[in-house]
């Protein structure tokens, strides 16, 4: 079966209102209803369970340290489906008002003092352990990575390393702590339809636009996961609103498993009479007549898991909603390592991404368009010559 792609939006109409800022309670009852027209695809978050292409760096390796993650989630996972169902019950049984909020309150404190205590102990920014050392080439690169759902700090750092040992360079994981899986489902829902920024979120704005701001750095590259996708497409919006675009044609971003219902690169037009005038952002030769203010955007999904029919694959179709081009993989799985890097970047035995695989192998077909911006046949091409996140591999470097 190939491969899908979705070709990048123009964003020729900059004005047309997105649908994400409709009334955020109809985005929440359109969530639910999406998530119902999508639970057969849930079991398929954590399939296939094997091979194991990372050794113990995958998710469901069978080490020491992977099992008490599993185990923690799935223990709080019992626990907290009991919560949810025991408030109904309260309300039916006119239960005091004060009793039932101090009951509300004492279970989400426990709740949350257990997944500190297990789960996201320990800084809030990590640094991968890969490579052992960074080739001076890649000095004025700053490599950003937010992860997803039920991902504690044990994860985060296997998935930075394995990021490291994937592009050669060191990457910096903001974490974006778990509350149990249930209560992060619940959170993605806030955050995708209210548009609301958790403190991981702030967190997640501060260290990017510091590192864009930082004249040493001429790239930073940010790569998003799963419940990571909304919080990085919301410090988007931010960005766009604060830094200058010339700034922001540092940035390159690359997702995986995107759980967002939209993700914003306007196409701005530079005025004629402010070429010239002295300003860096302006005269940055990389800055066109019309284009879209991020150079590149990339989002990789597996066809058949629920995240990505949730997220990205069901949005990528609506205008001006998620700019960047898609890369569809047809097979199952969600979790970072195992199932989107061992695929898609897979290792060799010394460790380096082999030189191709299935996915990158795979044949797609390009739309074109003519002189007009209608749409003419399709050409074939592979996903690896499409894939500008492929060419950083084993610590290359893509044309400027």
């Known amino acids: 079966m190939p491969a899908t792609f979705l070709p990048p939006q123009s964003s020729t109409t900059p004005a047309t209102p997105l649908p994400y800022t409709a ?5 929440l009852w359109e969530d639910i209803v999406l998530v119902l027209r999508s639970l057969w695809s849930v079991p398929n978050v954590i399939l296939p369970l094997a091979p194991y292409n990372s050794g113990d760096l995958d998710e469901l390796y069978p080490s020491l340290r992977n099992i008490a993650n599993l ?5 709080l996972s019992l626990l907290q489906v009991a919560f949810l169902i025991s408030v109904p019950v309260l309300l039916i049984c006119m239960a005091p008002t004060l009793w039932a909020c101090a009951y509300i309150g004492a279970v989400l404190f426990v709740n949350r003092a257990l997944c500190n205590l297990l789960l996201n102990r320990g800084s809030t920014v990590l640094e991968s352990r890969l490579p052992s050392e960074e080739a001076l080439k890649h000095k004025g690169e700053h490599w950003v990575f937010i992860n997803g759902i039920a991902c504690g700090q044990t994860w985060l750092q296997q998935n930075i390393d394995r990021l490291g040992c994937t592009f050669g360079r060191r990457v910096y994981g903001v974490h974006n702590p778990t509350a149990g899986l249930v209560f992060d489902l619940f959170q993605c829902l806030i955050q995708r339809d209210f548009s609301y920024a958790t403190q991981d979120i702030r967190d997640s704005y501060v260290h990017i636009r510091t590192a864009l701001l930082d004249p040493d750095n001429k790239k930073v590259v940010l790569i998003l996961h799963s419940q990571g996708g909304i919080e990085g497409g919301l410090v988007v919006d931010w960005l766009l609103d604060e830094i200058p675009q010339g700034l922001l044609r540092k940035l390159e971003i690359y997702t995986f498993g995107n759980a967002a219902n939209h993700f914003n690169n306007p196409y701005r037009d530079i005025p004629a009479a402010e070429k010239g ?3 860096s952002e302006i005269r940055d030769p990389s800055i066109n007549e019309h284009d879209n203010t991020i150079l590149h955007i990339e989002h990789y999904a597996n066809s058949s898991e629920f995240v990505s029919v949730w997220g990205v694959l069901n949005f990528t179709s609506i205008l001006n909603r998620y700019m960047g081009q898609v890369f569809v993989r047809p097979g199952t799985g969600h979790m970072f390592n195992q199932h989107y890097m061992d695929t898609m970047f897979t290792l060799g035995p010394d460790h380096k991404v082999l030189d191709s695989n299935e996915f990158m192998d795979l044949e797609i077909d390009v739309p074109k368009t ?3 911006g209608l749409s003419a046949p ?4 592979k996903v690896a010559d499409l894939s500008r996140l492929w060419l ?5 470097s893509p044309d400027s």
């Open 23 to 27: 009334s955020p309670w109809k985005l």
């Open 71 to 75: 185990a923690i989630q799935l223990v």
């Open 277 to 279: 005038r002295g300003r």
């Open 370 to 372: 003519d002189s007009e």
């Open 378 to 381: 399709t050409r074939r091409a």
């Open 392 to 396: 950083y591999r084993n610590g290359a």
